[in-house]
């Protein structure tokens, strides 16, 4: 009951997939023995139209889920275009410049943001977490020199709409074949590995725009 709740919090953690505790989530890279990667789990949902991709940014949306997208609209943002000089096999052998469409691969997901409440239940006396929402985000390089320009994050997804989704959805478990996990498991029962980046805060900011040195923002 909400009216148990005398302390709450609200963070922002990421989860990374290259972690070896996070495996689960990255493969397998192509669906296999009924498994699927987290990634294809979300985009075929998508497609199907089980669950609503919501907005990044744009009239001052970022992770309220306000502004919902179609698989479509979400497929032409993932999909990136570059302009290559090629030469011809022919002659007189002249250069002329092509446009090459590069069609999004759910494997360069590497991260997840989670958007999640933690509050303190005064009657049963235990510290519970709510997962709000989820959010793929991307490493981004330059197409020319391969220099590394940040994070991209992608789409937010409403936590509570697609848990029926992760709980049809199994993964592998290393320690026992025969007890099946599902993404939904995994979630709940907290069994993954992550790092808090921000904080509910009267100045909205991340940890590490207050904290400059990586040892710092780790022990914050």
Not at 22 to 49: C, I, T, W
Request: charged fraction near 30%.
């Amino acid at each position: 009951r909400e009216a148990n709740v005398m302390w709450e919090k609200r963070i922002w953690r990421v989860i990374d997939f290259r972690e070896k505790i996070n495996h689960v989530f990255y493969y397998p890279l192509q669906p296999a023995n009924g498994r699927k990667s987290f990634m294809f789990v979300l985009m075929d949902a998508m497609q199907e139209g089980t669950i609503t991709p919501y907005q990044i940014n744009g009239m001052g949306v970022n992770d309220e889920f306000l502004v919902p997208l179609t698989y479509q609209e979400v497929s032409n943002s993932l999909n990136r275009t570059i302009t290559r000089r090629v030469q011809r096999a022919e002659p007189p052998y002249d250069e002329y410049d092509t446009t090459i469409t590069i069609n999004f691969e759910p494997s360069l997901v590497k991260l997840i943001r989670l958007k999640e409440d933690w509050f303190l239940d005064r009657e049963r006396s235990i510290m519970e977490s709510r997962i709000l929402g989820l959010c793929p985000v991307v490493e981004q390089f330059d197409d020319v020199t391969g220099e590394y320009k940040g994070l991209q994050p992608l789409f937010w997804i409403y936590f509570d709409e697609a848990r029926p989704l992760f709980a049809k959805n199994e993964v592998f478990n290393r320690a026992n074949a025969s007890e099946r996990r599902t993404y939904d498991d995994i979630f709940f029962k907290r069994m993954f590995n992550s790092l808090i980046y921000k904080e509910e805060n009267v100045y909205d900011r991340r940890i590490n725009e207050y904290m400059v040195k990586g040892i710092d923002q780790i022990l914050e």
